[in-house]
């Protein structure tokens, strides 16, 4: 039935997810190395045991059922610490920020790390991607600037430079982008110049921590850390 062909199908998806390396490179121990390991309540196990006609033995350290976790990745030239990630809209890719300043792009689908994006000067403290997936804004807070990348070549291609202190957040929109910064101001900059169209700010904010637009990109929400305010802004 569709119900049992889905689950099998789901059994596989888990399993190649499970066992990349064995699948890729040391297919002639699938049977051996792979299924014998499959979680033992799980339907591809019970074929196997009923195809294979091989005895059954349950790992004690092996689950019965599929563990939430899918799988992991690491980085092959990049083993830092990854202090932030940040998911394309359009899932090709996802991007992690790490500590000596590296932004690593890693494959949407199969977690497979891909490449170094770029280098830069501090640790890597926010990412986020344009809607259109070509372009993503990264952060410090040990710097005063953020930086617009292209993705495919990762060519800097802007610096947002102004404020007289270290960021503590960003957020874009496809036009927009919203910096927060240690010098109690939030500026709204032109993605496509760089150019920054006004700034938020005044003596009773102070040290604005977190800034996000609203999924219209009309509004945006901003809080004050000292005093537990959070703002609403047109």
């Given at each position: 039935?569709n119900?049992?062909l889905?689950?099998l199908?789901?059994?596989?998806y ?6 990349q ?16 390991f499959?979680?033992?309540?799980t339907?591809i196990y ?8 091989v005895?059954?033995i ?8 599929w563990?939430?976790l ?5 980085a ?6 990854i ?15 790490h ?9 949407g ?5 891909m490449r ?10 926010k ?12 952060m ?5 600037v953020?930086?617009l990348?292209?993705?495919?070549t ?10 007289s202190?270290d960021?503590?957040d ?5 036009q ?12 709204i ?7 920054c169209i006004?700034?938020?700010?005044s003596?009773e ?30």
């Amino acid at each position: 039935n569709n119900d049992g062909l889905s689950t099998l199908l789901y059994d596989g998806y888990r399993l190649i997810w499970l066992h990349q390396d064995i699948i890729s490179f040391f297919h002639m121990n699938v049977y051996l190395k792979a299924l014998a390991f499959a979680p033992h309540e799980t339907q591809i196990y019970q074929v196997y045991q009923t195809i294979g006609k091989v005895a059954q033995i349950i790992y004690p350290a092996i689950q019965p059922l599929w563990s939430p976790l899918v799988s992991t990745s690491t980085a092959i030239d990049c083993d830092e610490t990854i202090y932030c990630i940040a998911y394309a809209p359009d899932e090709s890719c996802f991007a992690t920020g790490h500590e000596w300043g590296y932004v690593c792009l890693w494959d949407g689908i199969s977690g497979a790390y891909m490449r170094v994006l770029t280098k830069c000067e501090n640790f890597i403290s926010k990412i986020c991607f344009l809607p259109d997936s070509k372009q993503l804004v990264t952060m410090s807070r040990e710097e005063e600037v953020a930086y617009l990348w292209e993705i495919d070549t990762g060519s800097l291609v802007l610096k947002f430079e102004g404020h007289s202190g270290d960021l503590m957040d960003i957020s874009v929109t496809s036009q927009q982008l919203a910096t927060a910064s240690e010098d109690n101001t939030i500026r709204i900059w032109d993605i496509q110049s760089g150019q920054c169209i006004f700034i938020l700010g005044s003596k009773e904010t102070r040290w604005m921590d977190v800034v996000s637009f609203l999924p219209s990109g009309n509004q945006l929400f901003s809080a004050d850390r000292t005093r537990n305010w959070i703002f609403l802004v047109n």
